[in-house]
């Protein structure tokens, strides 16, 4: 991003979140709660009238029933990572995290002094994990595994069998999950298994994420929130103190609009997603990239190891020669060194333009090597 601030006609397809706005009646509430006062710090876990709120969500999307003492407002699903993880692992202990994942798990994992350890999900498999790729990497320092469905940067959807199975795995090794699951409203085939409903006789070994950023378009509000088992609550709430304190009051009353009012923009923002996701994936298919069509999120992650450049090198090459920004997955884990990643939560025109540039790009690089 910094070599192209100064670059003109830049077709940027490497960001993460939607280029459409807030819808205008969650905008409206957040300006209605500054006028009646919410201008003030809330409780640790947020104020009730949002929980009560997410706790109707979760019923009504998955049936589960959820009391408000097991749900903490949190600003972003970052922040929901970093009071989970201080929470459950002590220093030196270990934390299984997806290859290639959102890159933040291990820097968080890092920064705590704890210790990221990847688990592979494989292209073979659409990017799912197997059983035996966790346990292969589980030891007696292990304390908990980070799940991510729908996940970014490749899309993969869990199925109610794969969660079973990932399920029986952490009873098995006693380990906790956190269950990431802030693209639940973005998937295009079949609907969002949140683990909580596949087993909610294992709530008090799951911690399951949910955010506001990608499904309302509200990556600037900073708010998400985390269903937690109630042995926890007291101890995340805490921890929210030093940190943030609370999410933003403002941002709350606006999430708590976007959760009770209709559900119209998600719909439309999925058709919409969806229609640019096949766009994509046919203009990729006519350039011949190597890639897996996502069940979920928006992006796409894209193997480009026959060029025989490696991610960053790609990357940088790319937006010198034909202006197009994508996202080198070097930081997403160790197979992310031959992955790029392209978000079509953009423009579709753009997203047009931009593939087509990319492609004749590649295909300059692997006619070289031909
Ligand atoms: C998988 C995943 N988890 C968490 C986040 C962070 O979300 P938030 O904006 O709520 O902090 C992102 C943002 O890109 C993400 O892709």
């Known amino acids: 991003m910094n070599i192209a601030e100064n670059m003109e006609d830049v077709i940027e397809l490497q960001i993460g979140e939607p280029s459409a706005h807030t819808p205008m009646y969650i905008r409206e509430a957040a300006v209605k709660a500054m006028d009646e006062g919410f201008t003030h710090y809330t409780s640790n876990a947020g104020l009730v009238s949002v929980r009560e709120a997410i706790s109707r969500k979760m019923k009504r999307e998955f049936d589960v029933n959820v009391p408000i003492n097991r749900i903490i407002v949190t600003a972003g699903a970052v922040s929901a990572l970093n009071i989970s993880l201080l929470s459950l692992v002590e220093s030196g202990e270990e934390v299984l995290i997806p290859d290639p994942g959102y890159p933040n798990y291990e820097s968080l994992i890092r920064i705590q002094g704890s210790v990221p350890v990847f688990y592979p999900t494989k292209q073979e498999n659409?990017?799912?994990?197997?059983?035996s790729d966790i346990e292969s990497v589980i030891t007696p320092a292990t304390k908990a595994i980070i799940?991510?469905?729908?996940s970014n940067p490749t899309g993969a959807v869990f199925s109610e069998k794969k969660w079973k199975d990932i399920l029986?795995?952490?009873k098995k090794h006693e380990l906790y999950i956190i269950s990431d699951e802030i693209y639940d409203g973005i998937i295009y085939e079949g609907s969002h298994i949140s683990p909580l409903a596949?087993?909610?006789?294992?709530?008090?070994?799951i911690i399951s994420i949910f955010g506001f950023s990608k499904v309302y378009a509200m990556t600037g509000w900073r708010l998400a929130y985390a269903i937690v088992p109630e042995k926890l609550f007291s101890l995340m709430g805490k921890l929210q103190e030093p940190i943030t304190t609370c999410a933003s009051s403002i941002s709350q009353k606006a999430g708590e609009a976007a959760l009770n009012g209709p559900q119209k923009f998600v719909d439309e923002m999925r058709e919409v997603y969806r229609q640019s996701r096949d766009v994509a994936c046919e203009l990729l298919a006519l350039y011949n990239f190597n890639y897996v069509k996502p069940k979920g999120a928006f992006y796409i992650p894209i193997d480009i190891s026959t060029t025989k450049l490696n991610a960053k090198e790609f990357t940088l090459q790319l937006l010198h020669s034909e202006k197009v920004m994508v996202g080198s997955c070097d930081t997403f884990g160790p197979s992310g060194s031959n992955i790029i990643r392209i978000c079509f939560a953009g423009d579709v025109e753009e997203l047009k333009e931009?593939?087509?540039?990319?492609?004749?790009?590649?295909?300059?690089?692997?006619n070289k090597h031909d």
């Open 126 to 131: 659409d990017f799912l994990p197997t059983v």
């Open 147 to 150: 799940v991510n469905s729908p």
């Open 168 to 170: 029986d795995l952490a």
């Open 198 to 205: 596949v087993n909610p006789a294992m709530e008090d070994q």
């Open 354 to 366: 931009g593939i087509k540039r990319m492609g004749q790009f590649y295909q300059k690089l692997i």
